[in-house]
């Protein structure tokens, strides 16, 4: 599946059940062998339903993401979140650029003077720094390296 270029903001009418599934499941998904047969049994609709909606609220971009958020530091690896300055009239081009490194978890656009930001991953220190200076300099973009030095745990829950 290939990634967006870029997210836009836009005001969109969500349907009584679109709310309802959110607002039920954004803070945990069920981990059965059938999840959505068990929430359109708890929902009373159909699993096709619930799969269908949920397809439906990534394609119009009101969900970014369906999956689960893991404990990087759990995982072996290297990790870093990263910025590119990239001029607004290649964005689109250095989007693609960056985001065809397998490394590159996600990429999103900032208003900032730092407006590309995206995650980096790999084995070690050494393949990551590597990775990284080869995206500034196929990009012809300057960039932050930015590891986490401390994590914190937010909660956060968004009524739909």
């Not at 200076?133 to 012809?140: A, C, F, K, L, S």
């Amino acid at each position: 599946m290939s990634k967006p270029a870029r997210l836009q903001q836009q005001k969109i009418t969500l349907t009584a059940f679109e709310k309802q599934l959110i607002n039920a499941y954004q803070g945990g998904f069920p981990l059965v062998p059938e999840p959505f047969s068990l929430v359109a049994q708890e929902l009373g609709v159909t699993s096709e339903r619930v799969q269908q909606t949920l397809t439906a609220l990534l394609e119009k971009g009101v969900l970014t993401r369906f999956g689960p958020l893991y404990n990087i530091e759990k995982a072996d690896g290297a990790f870093s979140l990263c910025a590119l300055k990239v001029p607004e009239a290649r964005y689109d081009e250095v989007a693609e650029q960056v985001n065809n490194y397998s490394e590159v978890a996600h990429n999103y656009q900032r208003d900032h003077e730092w407006n590309m930001w995206f995650v980096l991953a790999t084995e070690d220190q050494q393949k990551l720094l590597r990775v990284f200076e080869e995206i500034m300099e196929v990009t012809d973009c300057p960039g932050l390296n930015l590891p986490k030095q401390t994590e914190f745990f937010v909660g956060l829950r968004l009524e739909a």
